[in-house]
């Protein structure tokens, strides 16, 4: 099974909707594998976004991502990732399709609620600077059995 990783972003800590975002997830017969309540270090923030550091929008990204606390995930599931991509929605919430999770729970860009890893490769090198491997957990859910083909 694949796995992606998975961020709610300090905005969507302080609003509340941890929860209506894990429902989501859930819901669609995604499978939580990890988590972590923390406050990202700069080390962290520099590493994640490496590919954005010199942007111009990295300083106030990171000031975005480091304001609070964020959950920090990791989601397994056939083609988790690029499903998760498609629940996620469009990287500007205000052109976010409805029905995605920006779409429907965010305004701007720059406070646009969630992370996901966008292909394999940047899932694998995420869920390495977030997690060990010990704390992957292997479990089976019980309606594994019933959501696939
Ligand atoms: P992530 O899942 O967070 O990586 O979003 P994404 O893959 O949809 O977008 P991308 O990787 O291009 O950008 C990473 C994050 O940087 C976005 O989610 C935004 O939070 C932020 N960002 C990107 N472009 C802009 C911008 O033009 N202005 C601001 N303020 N933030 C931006
Ligand atoms: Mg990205």
Redesign the pocket.
């Known amino acids: 099974m694949e796995r992606t990783f998975v961020m709610i972003k300090p905005d969507g800590v302080q609003r509340g909707i941890v929860g209506a975002v894990i429902s989501r997830l859930e819901a669609k017969g995604l499978k939580m594998v990890a988590a972590q309540f923390t406050v990202l270090s700069e080390e962290k923030v520099m590493e994640h976004?490496a590919e954005?550091v010199e942007k111009p929008?990295f300083p106030?990204?990171k000031a975005?991502v480091m304001s609070g606390p964020v959950l920090t995930m990791v989601w397994e599931g056939k083609d988790a990732i690029a499903i998760v991509r498609r629940l996620?929605g469009a990287?500007n919430p205000a052109e976010a399709a409805p029905g995605t999770i920006r779409g429907d729970m965010g305004m701007e860009?720059?406070k646009?609620v969630?992370?996901?890893s966008?292909a394999p490769e940047s899932a694998a090198r995420e869920i390495g600077i977030h997690f060990t491997k010990d704390e992957l957990v292997a479990y089976t859910r019980i309606d594994e059995a019933v959501l696939y083909e």
């Open positions: 976004y954005h929008f106030s990204l975005y996620v990287t860009t720059g646009n969630i992370h996901a966008d």
